[in-house]
Nanobody
Framework: QVQVVESGGGLVQPGGSLRLSCAASGRIFSISAMGWYRQAPGKLRDLVATVTSTGSTNYADSVKGRFTISRDSAANTVYLQMNSLKPEDTAVYYC???????????????WGQGTQVTVSS
């Protein structure tokens, strides 16, 4: 079994900052990438940022320069530092871990339960 647990969401004013955390635990052989996605009401789930096991990062254009993804590989944890938040950043943020549970299995995606981020005055 694998668990992916997010924390750190909440209500923040425009221009403010939040830091999200996500930890993967359980039967994990290796993690190839972790990342953050978000889903606003009535919209599809979109990529926010990802980081691979080699440290390569990828960001959605809408968050470049404002959000920073980082990882602690030893702890199977990923963080999302969100600065200069805008009302359009309001969404449920989901953590994704792409990992193998054993050496002979292919990568599979595991998702957290989501954490609400609301940017409003």
């Amino acid at each position: 079994q694998v668990q992916v647990v997010e924390s750190g969401g909440g209500l923040v004013q425009p221009g403010g900052s939040l830091r999200l955390s996500c930890a993967a635990s359980g039967r994990i052989f290796s993690i190839s990438a972790m990342g953050w996605y978000r889903q606003a009401p009535g919209k599809l789930r979109d990529l926010v940022a990802t980081v691979t096991s080699t440290g390569s990062t990828n960001y959605a254009d809408s968050v470049k320069g404002r959000f920073t993804i980082s990882r602690d590989s030893a702890a199977n944890t990923v963080y999302l530092q969100m600065n200069s938040l805008k009302p359009e950043d309001t969404a449920v943020y989901y953590c994704n871990a792409r990992l193998r549970t054993t050496s002979y299995r292919i990568d599979a995606d595991y998702w957290g339960q989501g954490t609400q981020v609301t940017v409003s005055s």
